[in-house]
């Protein structure tokens, strides 16, 4: 991915509901609520269950002077579970509920899903009224759980290390050992064996 899911998802939420920056935010991050009565949303990854990590070796052309290079490239796909929380004063969270799970399968959200390598669920796993959390505020407030899979990925490149290229061996046994030659010696270098 090229950004946090959360960061993905508050972009959808955005773009699909026409929201300002300051109504859609990722939650913990220290925010205040919009003092108004209006529909704000906030966005918290509250699991996520790597179930495949990798590292691998891969070469890369560097330019200008076009010679190859390696690379460590580190991957990790993880299952992310995702809590959408829309909240109003107003009727709006109530109204507008709908539409998250509408805009996580536009073709908005499609395009950025191929860009980022992840997958939204269609459908989310769960739709909670949790409106009783506020207490006597009355603040409309729905939960909505959702599912992605999510592929992060980075390449690291390797520094340049010297290396042993030519090995000697030496067999011994109760006579040779601890004189100047061996009853077997041999090279492996470059050229096979000498």
Known sequence: MNSLIEQLLVDIIKHNLSLDN????????????????????????????????????????????ITATMWERQEVLSKATVQIDLLSRNSDALTRRWEIAAALQSFYAQQKMEENSCKIARIPSSFVNASGAEGGSNINRFAITISALIWNRKDIALPIYDYYDTFTQRVDDEKSI?????????????????
Not at 34 to 39: E, F, I, V, Y
């Open 22 to 65: 300051e109504r859609v935010f990722i939650g913990n991050q220290n925010k205040k609520l919009p003092p108004d009565n209006n529909l704000f949303v906030i966005v918290t990854a509250i699991n996520e269950q790597p179930f495949s990590v990798n590292s691998s070796m891969i070469s890369k052309i560097v330019a200008p002077a």
């Open 178 to 194: 601890g004189t100047a030659n061996g009853i077997i010696e041999f090279t492996i270098d470059a050229n096979g064996i000498t």
